[in-house]
């Protein structure tokens, strides 16, 4: 962009009518499908639940309201969404970290052997198939049998060896670990293939040097591997909190969010096509955003950095 | 050197351990559910998929009880053969074989000194009678899930016995048009198709375009134009489905291949441009001047020069973008519902209506996995970078 314009060919200047055929079609499907919805859902988020009054008529005298900020009210203090918002932050915490250390630790291990593609192509694999696919798969493992015979594996094991069998899905305490295990399994290929590359970038000769000066596997890994390839762990740990944040599908295919599973997209869904709380859902839709917001501006300002040094 | 290579191993082992077992962790879940929708549903609810490979259920039990005077294979007393489909049919539960075992045997206790076995034993030995005798006879492995499955099938038997017989459920005619019963697998996949190759080739033919546009044809406005259009990559999906999914309705669109189409192309488009651009954007410059210099179009540099050039990058958008289709269950569910099911809404709709027919489950699932799988193992190169590229999109 910076050459001088003499050195630009005509045609390429020639810009009143040709680049708008090109860009055009873009340009209006783009406009219908995303911006202008965007900026309804906003304005929605502010309406009833058929978006034809004020949130504010949907006050009721003597209890608590937001005035034209209700639907707000509703995503943020109802009990079923701060249970969605524990939640939320449980996959956050559990599933970013579980992703990214196991990511990080089949990335070195693999690194090490012969059979590198065959082990990286097993555990990507997950990523090829749907939530839905990948929800029965699960379903099956957690499968909770009242009777003599469990065809669910992780019950089996469990009688095997002794103990009593676990509703895997429906038990409170821990249904929640059960789907975030799930999320771990399909996500974890991910991250390894990022971190990966990252860990392949690292140069021989300093891991060699500090070898050579007698340190071991575990503080080459630590105090050199780690430190190098820290943004990129960076990037794919604010990718996966951008990702976790609007987990659904693995929700809604297991338990539909009953038993205490809810989160908040599942949640955004049920108030539109199931209470028909239209402006709820899209004040919940609102609050998803501003969630990720942040780690989309770091995300991509980290990305340009690391473009910039390249 | 030899005791310098046995430490090495030694030394590695544990890589090997931890290695090889995560893979055995992330394989065997899926290789459970591959198992299981191949074998016939009576054996899916009564015994887990590990023990395929296993003695017939009954087997051990018949051998601590009957096989002592019966022969291991029952034909050893002539006039009681358990081979005999006739001698076996007159016990065909537990209870009445329990009752049998329990009267005298010419003035003797039936079975001697040997135990009279449980109920539950009974019931199995009862069950391997009947095995046995050939009453009824189960394979190991079957392909009939995926026949039920693909026709829609959801009776007590199956799809191939029951048109044998001629009980076949309403909405099934015994021939080649089941493959389109909407309750089927067999029509979900050819509704996911429909789905997923429109909306792969419409946003890669625009986005070339727009990409072409903004990298070698210089207009105003052109760099905030470009900036704008990819910063919508940060909408999220969710945030636009109520006010599409009410403009649809005014529309008439939901509910319709074009309102899935439209909607897909919309979303492809912001990072499929950002791709385009930064792809064409990177040829060498020579290139295109040349082509100019020489008299070549726009459209001429577009078709001849910009297209064929960027193949590869085509090829990981067009294979992520069609996956990421394939897999939707969220934008299919709100704008196509029951009136056109694709694969994950099928599924999604067994879950919550069958609750255990784990045997349609399992089939349906390896159905829509199935496509997605081998494009990973034929194109896992493309497949890898266009996931790894796109995957903060949606």
Avoid at chain 2, 296 to 318: D, G, Q
């Amino acid at each position: 962009m910076a050459t001088s314009d003499e050195r630009v060919p005509k045609i390429m200047k020639q810009g009143r009518v040709v680049p708008w055929l090109y860009v055009a079609p873009a340009l209006l499907i783009m406009t219908a499908i995303i911006m202008y919805p965007a900026i309804n859902t906003f304005l929605l988020s502010f309406k009833n639940a058929d978006g034809t009054l004020s949130a504010a008529s949907a006050c009721v005298p003597g209890e608590p309201c937001w005035g034209i900020f209700e639907n707000f009210r509703y995503a943020l203090t109802a009990p079923i969404m701060q249970n969605a918002f524990r939640n939320n932050l449980l996959w956050v915490i559990l599933m970013v970290g579980g992703t990214v250390s196991m990511g990080l630790l089949i990335a070195v291990l693999a690194d090490r052997v012969r059979y590198e593609a065959l082990a990286k192509a097993i555990i990507f694999m997950p990523m090829a198939i749907s939530f839905v696919g990948a929800g029965i798969i699960w379903k099956f493992v957690y499968a909770y049998g009242t009777g003599r015979v469990q065809i669910g594996l992780l019950n089996a094991i469990v009688t095997s060896l002794g103990g009593d069998t676990v509703s895997w899905l429906s038990q409170p305490a821990i249904n929640n670990f059960s789907l975030i295990i799930v999320g771990v399994w399909m996500w974890t290929g991910f991250c390894m293939t990022i971190l990966s590359a990252a860990l392949k970038s690292v140069p021989d000769e300093i891991l060699e040097a500090a070898r050579v000066d007698g340190a071991t596997e575990w503080k080459v890994f630590w105090k050199i591997m780690v430190p190098i390839i820290m943004p990129t762990i960076a990037v794919v740990v604010t990718t996966m909190v951008i990702n976790v944040l609007k987990v659904f599908d693995i929700v809604y295919v297991m338990t539909g969010g009953n038993y205490g599973t809810e989160v908040i997209a599942n949640r955004m869904y049920g108030e539109m096509y199931i209470s028909h709380q239209s402006g709820r859902s899209a004040a919940i839709a609102v609050v998803l955003i501003l969630l990720t917001i942040p780690f989309m501006i770091w995300n991509v300002r980290r990305l340009r950095e690391q473009e910039a040094i390249r | 050197m030899t005791v310098e290579r046995i430490k090495k191993i030694l030394g590695h082992l544990p890589t090997h351990i931890v290695l090889i077992g995560l893979c055995a962790i992330w394989l065997i879940p899926t290789f459970g559910l591959l198992i299981t929708s191949l074998r016939p549903f009576q054996n899916i609810n009564t015994s887990g998929w590990w023990t395929v490979l296993a003695a017939p259920t009954g087997s051990e039990e018949y051998s601590q009880t009957c096989a002592s005077c019966h022969g291991s294979d029952g034909k050893a007393i002539a006039w009681a053969d358990h081979t005999d489909p006739e001698v076996v049919q007159q016990y065909p539960r537990s209870i009445k074989l329990l009752a049998m075992l329990k009267q005298d045997h010419k003035g003797q206790p039936h079975l001697g000194d040997i135990p009279m076995p449980e109920p539950q034993q009974a019931a199995d030995i009862a069950d391997y009678l009947k095995r046995i005798s050939g009453i009824e006879v189960r394979p190991r492995f079957t392909l009939n899930n995926y026949i039920d499955a693909l026709m829609g099938y959801r009776g007590r038997n199956n799809y191939v016995t029951d048109c044998a017989t001629g009980e076949q459920a309403l909405d099934l005619n015994c021939d080649n048009s089941d493959l389109l019963n909407p309750r089927g697998m067999g029509r979900a996949f050819l509704n996911s198709l429909l789905v997923a190759i429109p909306c792969t080739i419409l946003p890669i033919i625009l986005a070339s375009f727009a990409g072409y546009a903004f990298s070698w044809i210089h207009f105003r406005s052109r760099v905030w134009l470009f900036a704008l259009l990819v910063g919508l990559q940060i909408v999220p999906l969710q945030m636009t489905l109520i006010p599409i999914s009410r403009l649809y309705a005014q529309l008439g669109l939901n509910g319709t291949f074009q309102g899935i189409w439209l909607f897909h192309t919309g979303f492809g488009l912001p990072y499929a441009i950002y791709l385009m651009r930064n792809f064409l954007g990177s040829l060498p410059r020579d290139l295109f001047e040349s082509a100019y210099l020489d008299g070549a179009s726009h459209w001429t540099a577009f078709w001849r020069l910009a297209l064929p050039l960027s193949v590869p990058a085509l090829a990981s958008l067009a294979i992520f973008q069609f996956l990421w289709i394939w897999n939707d269950l969220l934008v299919a569910l709100v704008f196509l519902g029951g009136q056109k099911p694709v694969l994950t809404y099928q599924i999604s709709n067994m879950v919550s209506s069958l609750g255990a027919g784990w045997h349609l489950l399992t089939a349906a699932a390896f159905i829509s996995m199935a496509l997605p799988m081998i494009v990973f193992f034929s194109l896992q190169r493309y497949f890898v970078r266009g996931m790894l590229a796109g995957a903060v999109k949606g």
